[in-house]
């Protein structure tokens, strides 16, 4: 575990409405940390940036979760100047310290991280970080969380898994095809309908499946 800031301070949750963020949410929780706020990056199109969801399914999971969600509209090319943007404006609206993230164990990832959150003056945690990629997926699982196939990359993650939920055959498929179990590269990603932080289940209707060259996207609309 990466911690820079001191339990009790306000921190942001950097949240795609995956498992990563959801389980990082929970043990920055564990850990004493004041989460005031989600904050979530959506293109043009009312889509996040990370997974592809609907934003309104992110204000149905924070409503679930029972917390504030901040959007900020970027483009892949403007992400660092959006992330400054919103980071600055939230900072002063809820008296945050420093940010939550869910990386795992890829080196860049961390650095750009502590990059921009020294940029923008605020402390970071990573509560995920070197994790066993097995063990980050077996521990929601293991305290209640229901993480959904959303998006995988068509050519490494069988079409059928999308719209089921992650359990120990997802972890031991992916295992057997030497696929990431919690899809660090990129190899699928979740969305969370369920937790021991929900106040209740999401309510949804699944949609259709579209393609773009390599990857597959399962459209899940709120109910």
Known sequence: ???????????????????????????????????????SFVGADGHSR????????????ASALGMPLEMKEVTWEGYEQGFEEAVNRIKGQYSLTGGVFG????EEHRQWVEKMCNRCGIG?????????????S?????????????AIQSDL????????????????????NKISPCGEGGEAH???VDGPLFE????????????????????????
């Open 103 to 106: 990386d795992i164990n890829l």
């Open 50 to 61: 990370s997974h592809g969801l609907k934003t309104e399914m992110l204000r149905v999971q």
């Open 138 to 150: 077996e521990e929601l699982i293991k305290r209640g969380g229901k993480a959904m196939v959303v």
């Open 190 to 192: 979740t969305l969370v």
């Open 1 to 39: 575990m990466v911690f820079k800031n001191n339990p009790g301070e306000k921190v942001f949750v950097s949240w795609s409405g995956g498992k990563d963020s959801s389980l990082a949410l929970l043990l920055a929780k564990e850990q004493g940390l004041d989460a005031a706020c989600l904050l």
């Open 157 to 176: 993650v069988d079409q059928s898994w999308l719209g089921r939920l992650m359990d120990e055959h997802y972890i031991e498929y992916c295992l057997s």
């Open 124 to 136: 970071y945690n990573l509560p995920l970080w070197m994790m066993e990629e097995r063990s980050v």
């Open 200 to 223: 209740q289940p999401l309510q949804y209707t699944l949609g259709a499946i579209k393609h773009d060259q390599n990857r597959s996207l399962l459209e899940v609309n709120a109910l």
